[in-house]
């Protein structure tokens, strides 16, 4: 009788371990990779944006981001970090304007953010979605740990002059 009651313990344990690396890889085959090579193609393009009366312009292609920016220009260029490159505090001024992807889609707010990486981060990145609001592509960025302050940004200077103030459901401003 102990016998039977201990060999039915240690089938109901091996069953609950069974079931959680069932759970496990059901978690993991859910996570959504990204190719950390080129930027996404519905990020690609000219954005526009109005912040306090000033236009933003940023410009993403395969491999760069350039910006402009109350006058000034900017540009960071995607690389692919590789494992072995752990040495951050040697800094090499080429890579001062370098930025990686993360490889994994980040899900909050009910959107799938991208998240790049400038070379020497130490602090939190910025997080892209592109979404279709009201009728419209949008480029929103948003920053943080916690992330927030969504900026939206449009294909043309037109509509981002018009939709300058628009508050959108389901982002942190």
Same mark, same amino acid.
């Given at each position: 009788?102990?016998?039977?009651?201990?060999?039915?313990?240690?089938?109901?344990?091996?069953?609950?371990?069974?079931?959680?690396?069932?759970?496990?890889?059901?978690?993991?085959?859910?996570?959504?990779?990204?190719?950390? &090579?080129?930027?996404?193609?519905?990020? &690609?393009? #000219?954005?526009?944006?109005?912040?306090?009366?000033?236009?933003?312009?940023?410009?993403? #292609?395969?491999?760069?981001?350039?910006?402009?920016?109350?006058?000034? /220009?900017?540009?960071?260029?995607? =690389?692919? /970090?590789?494992?072995?490159?752990?040495?951050?505090?040697?800094?090499?001024?080429?890579?001062?304007?370098?930025?990686?992807?993360?490889?994994?889609?980040?899900?909050?707010?009910? =959107?799938?953010?991208?998240?790049?990486?400038?070379?020497?981060?130490? =602090?939190?990145?910025?997080?892209?979605?592109?979404? /279709?609001?009201?009728? =419209?592509?949008?480029?929103?960025?948003?920053?943080?740990?916690?992330?927030?302050?969504?900026?939206?940004?449009?294909?043309?200077?037109?509509?981002?002059?018009?939709?300058?103030?628009? &508050?959108?459901?389901?982002?942190?401003?």
């Amino acid at each position: 009788m102990k016998t039977k009651k201990i060999l039915i313990v240690i089938i109901a344990m091996i069953s609950l371990v069974a079931v959680g690396s069932i759970t496990t890889t059901a978690v993991q085959a859910k996570e959504e990779k990204i190719n950390v &090579r080129v930027f996404p193609k519905k990020m &690609r393009g #000219t954005w526009y944006q109005y912040d306090k009366g000033q236009l933003t312009k940023i410009i993403y #292609t395969k491999k760069k981001i350039i910006s402009y920016y109350n006058g000034k /220009r900017g540009v960071l260029y995607l =690389h692919v /970090r590789t494992k072995g490159e752990t040495n951050w505090d040697k800094r090499d001024s080429k890579k001062e304007n370098w930025v990686f992807l993360n490889p994994t889609l980040a899900r909050f707010q009910g =959107h799938k953010w991208i998240t790049y990486w400038n070379w020497y981060a130490s =602090h939190a990145a910025p997080y892209f979605n592109v979404s /279709r609001l009201n009728g =419209h592509q949008v480029l929103t960025n948003e920053y943080g740990v916690y992330p927030n302050g969504a900026n939206h940004y449009y294909h043309s200077i037109k509509l981002a002059k018009k939709l300058k103030n628009k &508050r959108y459901a389901h982002f942190v401003y």
